[in-house]
Nanobody, 112 residues
């Protein structure tokens, strides 16, 4: 059974940091393109960052230089290090595998 479980969200002040984790199970994690997406009410889900099996990373312009995506294939876990957070980063963050499997999301709230 495929499972993606995000954790690490919470409330943080502007300028602060959070590290999101996504624990994966039920598929060959190292062969999938993994991504972090986010969504706010009334808006479509948007890509934050992705990482390919060869380690190539891709970032949305609005997080470049602030967020870092990484993975640990030995632990089947995807990470998103978020620094210099601002209130516009407030959203539910989801991890996804090949856009096929999705987690339930973790809420991030950044206060001003």
């Amino acid at each position: 059974q495929v499972q993606l479980a995000e954790s690490g969200g919470g409330l943080v002040r502007a300028g602060g940091s959070l590290r999101l984790s996504c624990a994966a199970a039920g598929f060959t994690f190292s062969t999938y393109i993994m991504g972090w997406f986010r969504q706010t009410p009334g808006k479509p889900r948007e890509l934050v960052a992705s990482i390919s099996p060869d380690g190539t990373t891709n970032y949305a312009d609005f997080v470049k230089g602030r967020f870092t995506i990484s993975n640990d294939n030995a632990k089947n876990t995807l990470y998103l290090q978020m620094n210099s957070l601002n209130p516009e980063d407030t959203a539910v963050y989801y991890c996804a595998a090949n856009l096929r499997y999705w987690g339930q999301g973790t809420q991030v709230i950044v206060s001003s």
